[in-house]
């Protein structure tokens, strides 16, 4: 079995609906989740001329390589409505592979740790709240180690859930 730290978000439509029809596809064509981040809302990171995130990472154990993987999630953004035009640009559903084991893949379809995943808090928060001793195969350190020197200056709020 493998392990892929999967985050998802969404800035359309319904978000929070969105997040929970991804976890079920996931549920139904990867793998079990073992472990899912509370939802996080934080202003759109790039392009900000867009509605707030919504924003979760979630832990699954997969029988999938890491690239049956992402042909897998790209089936699921695609079969949830995700159209893709520019980058940044607001998204039904977006799935990104965060770790897949501690593996490190450098393709050109796909690259394993997510390359900017340490420059952005909106990852790192819902990261370390699951994960909090995961080492970054490559920087050798956990997710609060990373916040301690992330530049990202965006706000991240935890969302309740009524």
Same mark, same amino acid.
């Given at each position: 079995?493998?392990?892929?730290?999967?985050?998802?978000g969404?800035?359309?439509?319904?978000?929070?609906?969105q #997040? +929970?029809?991804?976890? &079920?596809?996931?549920?139904?064509?990867i793998?079990?989740?073992?472990?899912? +981040? +509370? #939802?996080?809302?934080?202003?759109?990171?790039? &392009?900000?001329? !867009?509605? @707030? %995130? =919504?924003?979760?990472v979630i /832990? /699954?154990?997969t @029988?999938?390589?890491?690239?049956?993987?992402?042909?897998?999630?790209?089936? *699921?953004e695609? &079969?949830?409505?995700?159209?893709?035009?520019?980058?940044n640009?607001?998204?039904?559903i977006?799935?990104?592979?965060?770790? %897949?084991? &501690?593996?490190? *893949?450098?393709?050109?379809e796909?690259? /394993?740790?997510?390359p900017?995943?340490?420059?952005?808090?909106f /990852? =790192?928060?819902? =990261?370390?709240?699951?994960a909090?001793s %995961? $080492?970054?195969?490559? %920087?050798?350190k956990?997710? !609060?180690?990373? =916040?301690?020197?992330?530049? @990202?200056? #965006?706000?991240v709020? $935890?969302?309740?859930? *009524?």
């Open positions: 079995m493998n392990t892929a730290y999967l985050l998802l969404s800035n359309l439509k319904n978000p929070e609906h #997040l +929970s029809s991804a976890r &079920n596809h996931i549920a139904a064509e793998g079990e989740i073992l472990n899912t +981040s +509370s #939802l996080y809302a934080t202003a759109a990171w790039g &392009n900000t001329d !867009q509605p @707030d %995130f =919504l924003n979760q /832990v /699954v154990d @029988d999938f390589s890491a690239e049956a993987l992402m042909k897998t999630i790209l089936n *699921i695609e &079969n949830m409505g995700r159209i893709r035009t520019q980058k640009a607001p998204r039904e977006d799935i990104d592979i965060l770790f %897949f084991n &501690n593996d490190i *893949i450098d393709l050109p796909l690259t /394993v740790p997510h900017l995943l340490q420059e952005r808090k /990852v =790192l928060i819902p =990261l370390n709240e699951i909090p %995961f $080492k970054h195969p490559v %920087f050798l956990t997710p !609060q180690e990373l =916040l301690e020197i992330c530049t @990202d200056t #965006l706000d709020q $935890k969302k309740d859930i *009524i």
